[in-house]
């Protein structure tokens, strides 16, 4: 199956950038969707941002104009450039992957990397 890490999380101050990677390996023929989930403390874990094997993105409304979601397909990685980071942008940031080889639920999860907006 599909094995997806994380890193790139971090402390930052409000205004600040960020680049989340996603690196893919296993057999990853059949993955259709690459993308972006984030969970705060007492709050369900809410999609940011995923783009598909043809390339198509779709953002969170919270994020839209802020975050671009990008891949690089030589490498199997998949980055969230993050900018004008806010603090209600503060949660363990998740990496998904979507398909046939992420197993019985055809979704694919790292483990998190905490981004943390604060002053």
């Known amino acids: 199956q599909v094995q997806v890490v994380e890193s790139g999380g971090g402390l930052v101050q409000p205004g600040d950038s960020l680049r989340l990677s996603c690196a893919a390996s296993?057999?990853?023929?059949?993955?259709?969707?690459m993308g972006w989930y984030r969970q705060a403390p007492g709050k369900q874990r809410e999609l940011v941002a995923f783009?598909?094997?043809?390339?198509?993105?779709n953002y969170a409304d919270s994020v839209k104009g802020r975050f671009t979601i990008s891949r690089d397909n030589a490498e199997n990685t998949v980055y969230l450039h993050m900018n004008s980071l806010k603090p209600e942008d503060t949660a363990v940031y998740y990496c998904?992957?979507?398909?046939?080889?992420?197993?019985?639920?055809?979704?694919?999860w790292g483990q998190g990397t905490q981004v943390t907006v604060s002053s």
């Open positions: 998904n992957g979507k398909g046939r080889p992420c197993g019985y639920d055809n979704n694919c």
């Open positions: 296993g057999s990853i023929f059949g993955i259709y969707a």
């Open positions: 783009i598909t094997s043809g390339g198509s993105t």
